[in-house]
């Protein structure tokens, strides 16, 4: 792993990116960068011309096979304010984990590198998060962002909206992602105080590592501000791993693996947020399911899920605070596996055509 750009000339030592920032508080901004050649420039460009200027901008080259890696060092040639990390290819959240380790930051944000954001993004978190005390977390909504030939088309998230700024104690807070009400586990559009993420690494190797990390700093954090503003970006790529319909047995492994580290933590810690928790795990065994009910080879990992499901689907079909159509996927588990199966892939197809 290399903390240096390739070639000389490159960005300024880190001490002397702090000495330009004295006076105000320096935010780390973590981009992982694998073959996103075609989106880099779009990403990097916007955080670059962000309104809050005090940014020590990490970029990760987890060893990408295309230019992706030059036009990182471009950028470090260019700004003094961008560190460059050149590292074997490791994944998400080694590439994640890589920039934590460099980072200096009071506070740390984390952006997809095919993502973008707009001018006022990190301002707007970290004005929401220190105007309000004892806050160590700060989330803001977003919007889909959906590529198609005549550009780009912006569609909101699948949550409920608040319509004005709200401050919630971390229990609240987690419980509201749990249950993902007006936010979720993503680990962006949210900044973070750097303390409440000392100690947390993302799991290396995994998919859906946001699920089993994300809540880790809720847990150490004093209250959450969430903002319903709309400054950041999630960009639909038809050839990402979470839209190919043809995923590997691992990436449900995972799924499972992760909902579990997810109860084993939050249970041990708030006991009373064990339905939240249920709620969750009924929906990933569901994902789980849908998946893979007509696919023999993965027979086991649909009669798995479906077992998990008929487990704890009471306690979710009974929750007042769950989400309504978790509540009705529950209630329909008691007619079968058969017509469960058709009513859930007639919905997720519904979803996707409405995208």
Known sequence: MSLRARTDGTAAATSEKRGQNMGRELISVIIPIYKVEKYLARCVDGVLAQVY????IILVDDGSPDRCGEM????ARRDARVTVIHKPNGGLSDARNAGL???????????????YISEDHISGLYEALTEEQDCDIS???????????AGIRTGPSPYRKMKAQAVMSAHDALADFIYQDHFDSASFAKLF????????????????EDVMTIYKAFLKSR????????TYFYVQRSGSILHNKNKPRSYYNDAAYVVESLKDGVCAAMPDLRKAVECR???????IFINNYTVPENKDLADNAWQEMKHIRFIVMTDPHGRRKARLAALVSYFGKRLYYRLGTRHTNANSVST
Do not use: K, N, Q, W
Request: charged share 25%; glycine share 4%.
């Open 53 to 56: 200027t005090e940014l020590e």
């Open 72 to 75: 990182c060092d471009e950028y």
């Open 101 to 115: 380790a460099a980072a200096h930051g009071d506070y740390i944000t984390f952006i997809d590198s095919d993502d």
């Open 139 to 149: 989330v803001c909504d977003y919007l889909y962002a959906y590529e198609e030939d």
């Open 193 to 208: 105080r750097a303390s409440v993420f000392a100690g947390i690494t993302f799991p290396a190797g995994r998919v859906h």
């Open 223 to 230: 209250r959450v501000v969430f903002s319903p503003r709309t």
């Open 281 to 287: 795990r009924y929906s990933m065994y569901a994902h």
